[in-house]
């Protein structure tokens, strides 16, 4: 529900709509939060509402203590526990704009990313939905690096570059939302992958998404996340491609694409369910697990870890600690 002392979209009816409405979903981000809206507010276009969407977040008395300096600049919205694609649908819903622009509450915005988000798609009315580069930040390795450098985006936005990872879309979009609504929204049964099944949908519906490379973002990585935590993120990509696979009218070559590239994922996931059985100390299902990824892989590394894991998993595990402490500074087992 919306709480009392929140600006509704009723009550804002008769205001004139504003060009862009930013949703926010909130989970765990009270430390954060701040940071975000001031770089929303601090942006050099200035038609936009901002809607907030507490998600049944177990932080949220002190959400609320930090938000209270906003309250008057934002619309609020508080609800049990829905996930991050309820949380959006929720903000989509409730927007009373024709441009939906996502930011997650820990990251934060240069200030020209609205108007140059907002410039593109008026000076090019085929585009449905544009994301801008990033500059990663945080508690992460790829912390300084720019989100292209690790997750590049070439060519046109299809299906194919799409499933192959060639185009991976940066979750920060600026949209048009009747684009979002006539592909059906955040599909609210999962829990992960969620923004990828919708730019597939988004594709096979008709609809154009582009991007470019100025790095309008800084991308907060967590430790903490879901988007840290590779295993359960493969999981997820997994059901995305498998509903793909139900449920969108796809060509017979998309068809083998998609088959191909399950079952690359699916290797994936073994290898590092692998992995953390090593690191863990479980060898048996360490073994199944690289075994099962390297029957797609082929990869001589992996045989070798392998033959090593079978003869002498003490001995490798004791190098891959040795590896972490001096080579890496850090530890690199999760």
């Avoid at 177990?58 to 609320?64: G, Q, S």
């Avoid at 923004?195 to 998404?209: M, N, P, Q, T």
Wanted: aromatic share 8%; charged share 25%.
């Amino acid at each position: 529900m919306i709480t009392s002392n929140a600006i509704t979209p009723e009550d804002m009816r008769h205001d004139t709509r504003p060009a862009v409405s930013i949703i926010m979903p909130a989970y765990n981000v009270a430390a954060y939060i701040t940071d975000a809206l001031d770089s929303v507010f601090a942006q050099n276009f200035t038609d936009y509402e901002i809607i907030v969407v507490n998600d049944g977040a177990p932080d949220t008395d002190e959400l609320e203590r930090v938000l209270e300096p906003y309250r008057s600049r934002i619309v609020y919205i508080k609800q049990e526990n829905m996930g991050v694609s309820g949380a959006r649908n929720t903000a989509v819903k409730a927007a009373r704009s024709p441009l939906i622009a996502q930011l997650d509450p820990d990251d934060l915005w240069e200030p020209d990313y609205l108007s140059s988000q907002v410039a593109a798609m008026n000076d090019d009315p085929t585009i449905d939905v544009i994301y801008p580069n990033a500059m990663i930040f945080g508690d992460s390795p790829e912390a300084g690096h720019e989100f292209m450098e690790i997750c590049p985006s070439e060519g046109e936005v299809t299906f194919e570059q799409l499933v192959t990872q060639r185009c991976n879309v940066l979750y920060s979009i600026t949209a048009r939302r009747d684009v979002i609504v006539r592909a059906g929204m955040f599909d609210e049964s999962l829990r992960g992958s969620e923004d990828f099944d919708l730019w597939l949908r988004i594709i096979k519906a008709g609809g154009r998404i582009a991007y470019h490379r100025r790095a309008l973002l800084h991308y907060r990585r967590r430790s903490a996340s879901l988007t840290c935590d590779v295993v359960r993120m493969l999981r997820y990509t997994l059901q995305s491609l498998e509903k793909a696979e139900r449920t969108l009218n796809l060509t017979t070559e998309e068809r083998g694409i998609l088959k191909r590239e399950h079952n690359r994922f699916q290797a994936t996931l073994r290898f590092n369910e692998g992995k953390q059985a090593f690191l863990s100390g479980d060898v048996k299902q360490a073994i199944n697990g690289l075994s099962e990824a390297n029957n797609f892989f082929r990869s001589r590394k992996t045989a070798l870890a392998l033959f090593f894991l079978r003869l002498t998993p003490r001995t490798l595990l004791r190098a891959y600690n040795v590896r972490d402490r001096f080579i890496f500074k850090a530890s690199t087992k999760s």
